[in-house]
């Protein structure tokens, strides 16, 4: 069996759970190098992967001088991405590439001609194709389980709290790190869609806003940090409630997100996230950042085979897609907080599958972390079709870069193909 060498570049998150999702195959991948400039990040990794061995680098451009591994996984910020992604193909990497590619499809192209002149391998991680309750919906479709598909109606709740963590003191909240919030977080929704039109777009509106986080809706009195502030244990946001009660009340595990995204020391203790949330910019009043990014925005499209989709990515109580798809003869409902797929075919009994028993065990984004990793093995031996390949993944690119046109003309209709 062949054993493929996998460079990490950003040993964040996301860096991390594909090398936890790696190490459970150790016939097939070995971590033998991690990039980051954060050498917590770095320290992280080794403690929970238990590396010895591995190279390690704190300066990208070092880590691009040689080729360190057959495989490189780029999980770095959204807008070195595409700058990564060049240098990794000239060097001869094949690439697992963090979504999303770019918000620029002057950079797509770049990349994509870039690919046909060295070859590797690219993979986007549009994790949700490789979900096993999103993979089962589209096989239903497929079988004709509800005749002819015409309309999708995707829902992407994002919990309150994750939204205030991620998109209004993190990273992707400032546009000079991050893309449109479209895309940071729905162009695996936009991706998912094209595939289960089995169609490019054609046209496309939007609509959203910036319409809750800003200081005006600071709850009275409020400080600048929630640990100082009279209403740390009352506000939804308060940084003390979600980084510490929640850490309590979810049986205070070793190393899990999001608590390993306040204190990057191993394994987690309350002590550590008190100095997180005292330091860490997700400590801060969720209402007194500079915020670039909307906080819900809706889609409309059409494709090009007449299938019309509609897109809410809003911030909720709790987080879970829910997708309805109308069909000629029958409704699906794909609901991850109810855990169930419906089946309604007209005039005939309802189905019900539970996700939970589809999943098995499998973990992150509906079992699509780890299916991606099992998957991407197949993809580097050339034994399976590459599912989100680069060329596949362009689409939902121009979808969501179309997207952000329209919202910021007031929803004009915006063809997506010039
Ligand atoms: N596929 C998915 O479902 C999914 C989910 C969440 C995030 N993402 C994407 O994954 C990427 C990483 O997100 P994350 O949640 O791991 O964020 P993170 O903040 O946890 O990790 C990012 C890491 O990159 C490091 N870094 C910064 N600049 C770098 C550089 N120039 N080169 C290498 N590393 C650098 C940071 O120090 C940090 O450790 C982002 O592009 C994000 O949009 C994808």
Redesign the pocket.
């Known amino acids: 069996m062949k054993k493929f060498t996998v460079a990490i570049?950003?040993?964040?998150?996301?860096?991390l759970s594909y090398s936890e999702n790696m190490a459970k195959n150790p016939d097939q991948y070995e971590i033998v190098s991690l990039?980051?400039?954060?050498p917590a990040?770095i320290e992280k990794m080794k403690s929970v992967l238990s590396l010895k061995s591995a190279s390690v680098f704190s300066d990208?451009e070092e880590f691009f001088k040689e080729k360190r591994a057959d495989v490189v996984v780029i999980?770095?910020?959204?807008r070195?991405?595409v700058p990564?992604a060049l240098k990794a193909l000239a060097l001869g990497y094949d690439i697992l590439l963090?979504?999303?590619i770019s918000d620029s499809r002057e950079e797509i192209d770049a990349l994509v001609k870039a690919q046909k002149k060295y070859g590797g391998k690219i993979i986007i991680?549009h994790?949700l194709r490789y979900a096993p309750a999103f993979v089962k919906c589209g096989e239903l479709i497929k079988s004709g389980t509800i005749g002819k598909l015409y309309a999708i109606d995707a829902n992407e709740r994002v919990a309150y709290w994750h939204w205030s963590q991620a998109y209004v003191k993190g990273?992707w909240a400032n546009m000079e790190l991050s893309h449109p919030a479209i895309l940071?977080k729905c162009c695996?929704d936009l991706d998912i869609l094209v595939g289960y039109a089995d169609s490019e777009c054609d046209t496309l509106s939007s609509i959203g806003d910036l319409s809750f986080f800003k200081k005006e809706n600071a709850p009275e009195g409020a400080a600048d940090r929630c640990f100082e502030c009279i209403h740390k244990d009352t506000c939804p946001y308060s940084a003390k409630r979600i980084y510490i009660d929640a850490w309590h009340e979810a049986g205070e595990p070793k190393f899990d997100w999001p608590f390993n995204?306040i204190s990057l020391v191993y394994p987690t203790t309350e002590k550590n996230l008190i100095e997180g949330i005292k330091t860490h910019e997700f400590g801060r009043c969720a209402f007194k950042q500079r915020v670039d990014m909307i906080d819900h925005q809706m889609v409309q499209m059409t494709f090009k085979n007449g299938i019309h989709a509609s897109l809410k990515m809003i911030f909720a109580e709790a987080s879970g897609r829910r997708i309805t798809f109308y069909g000629t003869y029958g409704e699906i409902i794909l609901d991850e907080r109810m855990d169930e797929i419906q089946i309604l075919p007209f005039g005939k009994k309802k189905t019900v599958i539970k996700i939970g028993d589809l999943i098995k065990g499998s973990i992150g984004?509906g079992g699509g972390d780890s299916a991606i990793i099992d998957a991407l093995y197949e993809m580097l031996t050339g034994t399976r079709d590459m599912t989100t390949s680069l060329a596949k993944s362009v689409e939902c690119h121009l979808m969501g870069i179309a997207a952000e046109e329209s919202r910021k003309a007031g929803g004009a209709l915006v063809k997506v193909h010039a």
């Not at 570049?9 to 860096?15: S, V």
């Not at 990039?35 to 954060?38: A, E, G």
């Open positions: 570049c950003g040993c964040g998150n996301r860096g990039c980051d400039p954060n990040q990208p999980a770095s910020p959204d070195v991405h990564q963090e979504k999303p991680c994790v990273m940071a695996h995204k984004h």
